[in-house]
């Protein structure tokens, strides 16, 4: 019998959980279920026709075929993860991350059909899916904001104005939108109104939304976010920072934790803002609160993602804490097992996002088959993928192949764990981000701290890929010359032949 459960601040339903059924494909999907089955909990996979020999199908104790290969047929339709659910028994979903995690009508669905949902409310969603009702309930607990407009802009003589008023440069953004899209960089007034237009227009045909407002614009920007979690009693912490500013597209490719330049003061300040902002939408479960911050390290609330991040390996790494452990009990209706004063960040994390894509041809996406693929091994090392040698890379969905994460005592050590890693790494068959990796690992601006979200339009050329692979294979050319002559009969400059087995065992025939 499936327990309906509602959350009140006062009247706490702690639930039974016995099988959760995890929404989602690939790296994630694994992620979630190895941790349930670590608390003795049974998992349902769910698939696409394009996933049916995927890694999550067979690790998982049941499974369900959703639907064909395209997401809109398949994972992105609600009726059937609940319908799968019903028919298998599970109490609880876990969505991931992507797909439906920050979609609130699903997450009210799921609540309706008397099911746990492994997240927030769907109205926390709806309240921070939205960036200006965000910053509206942000600004309740004084958190600082980028100066801009609070409202939607629709007319553009004033949306104009306004813009001067907060000075050029300025962004157009969507109060919608996310990764990008719908956001424009506005140098000077006479190109304002073709680039609003421009914003709308995108915005609209992205999210079918066009509302945008305007921030000023923040030159050198840092992407910093804070991870938190908050249970269903009204506890609410922070497990500190998260530094994403290597980006490409508006995306992640680079994470590490904790960042290289904030001061044990300015993260405690960001931490608590982090803490209010959570607490202005009653959150519960696993979130990340991010900030932008400027040259002279004043930050501003930017969104808050109302799920588990891509990159909360290096968080995990850092604290000790499993954040899928902590989500599950949460929404099970436990207190959190820890406060605030017990946490603290030890060594250094970086993760690597290792996508399907050609650092060489503007980051297209490389899809084919996986000919070779040897993950590497040893002290601080995590990977977190869904594939093995032999698979091939769907073209529907998603590129990432894994996530490459290490671990060190700091963060020079750890460095130099991620340029081994990405050396031991071995894939073909398709273009990968490693060799971007290894370039951002090897750059004096990363190992210096001083970057900021501009990192690849600064620094990378796919050129540099080409001079690095010319470099390794004189280097290789070299050595194996040496081996050569180490081993075979050389003559030494004035004197005899030096001996070799080969010279030694020679026949004549």
């Known amino acids: 019998m499936l327990r309906r459960l509602f959350w009140f601040p006062k009247s706490i339903t702690f639930a039974i959980m016995k099988k959760i059924l995890v929404a989602n494909r690939g790296e994630i999907a694994l992620r979630v279920m190895r941790s349930a089955r670590e608390m003795g909990i049974r998992t349902v996979a769910v698939f696409s026709e394009a996933d049916r020999d995927a890694l999550h199908v067979r690790f998982a104790d049941e499974a369900v075929c959703i639907g064909p290969a395209p997401s809109s047929q398949s994972y992105l339709c609600g009726d059937r993860i609940i319908e799968a659910c019903r028919a298998t028994g599970a109490e609880a979903i876990h969505p991931g991350y992507g797909f439906l995690s920050e979609n609130a009508a699903f997450a009210r669905a799921v609540r309706e059909a008397g099911l746990i949902l492994i997240g927030p409310t769907a109205e926390a969603m709806e309240i921070m899916g939205n960036k200006l009702s965000a910053k509206a309930a942000a600004q309740k607990y004084r958190i600082p904001m980028v100066p801009g407009t609070e409202e939607a802009i629709t007319d553009v003589a004033d949306a104009k104005r306004r813009a001067q008023e907060v000075g050029f440069p300025i962004l157009i953004k969507a109060a919608a939108g996310g990764g990008g899209k719908g956001m424009r960089i506005v140098e000077g007034p006479e190109d304002f109104e073709e680039q609003m237009r421009l914003a709308v227009s995108e915005a609209t045909s992205a999210f079918g939304d066009g509302s945008v407002f305007i921030e000023r614009y923040v030159s050198s920007p840092r992407h910093i976010e804070i991870q938190v979690l908050g249970d ?3 506890n609410i912490v922070h497990l500190f920072e998260r530094e994403c500013s290597i980006q490409r597209r508006h995306q992640k490719v680079v994470e590490e934790a904790p960042s290289s330049v904030l001061t044990p003061e300015i993260r405690e300040a960001m ?3 982090a803490v209010d902002v959570a607490r202005s939408c009653n959150y519960t479960g696993a979130g990340t609160v991010e900030f932008i911050v400027d040259g002279d390290l004043n930050f501003y609330f930017l969104e808050m993602n109302t799920r588990l991040q891509v990159e909360h390996p290096v968080t995990e790494m850092i604290t000790g804490v499993d954040l899928v452990r902590e989500q599950i009990r949460i929404a099970r209706g436990e207190k959190l097992s820890f406060r605030q004063e017990d946490l603290r960040i030890s060594g250094h994390a970086i993760e690597l996002r290792v996508y399907a894509e050609d650092p060489k ?5 490389d899809i084919g088959v996986l000919e070779t693929y040897k993950l590497p091994q040893g002290p601080g090392i995590r990977v977190d993928d869904g594939f093995e040698q032999g698979m091939e890379i769907p073209i529907y969905y998603d590129p990432m192949i894994a996530k490459l994460v290490v671990f060190a005592g700091s963060r020079e050590e750890a460095i130099r764990k991620m340029i081994r890693a990405v050396d031991e790494y071995q894939i073909t068959g398709i273009e990968t981000t490693l060799p971007f990796g290894r370039f951002v690992m090897e750059h004096e601006a990363f190992v210096s701290g001083k970057f900021d979200t501009h990192f690849v339009a600064n620094y990378f050329k796919p ?34 032949a030096v001996s070799s087995g080969w010279q030694k065992n020679r026949k004549t025939f």
């Not at 041809?361 to 996406?365: D, E």
């Not at 470099?471 to 004197?495: M, N, Q, R, T």
């Open 463 to 496: 050129e540099v890929l080409d001079a690095e692979l010319e470099d390794e294979a004189k280097i290789a050319g070299f050595l194996a010359l040496e081996a050569f002559k180490k081993h075979h009969a050389v003559p030494a400059a004035g004197g005899s």
């Open 361 to 365: 041809n503007n980051f297209l996406p």
């Open 271 to 273: 931490g608590r803002c």
């Open 232 to 234: 269903t009693h009204g």
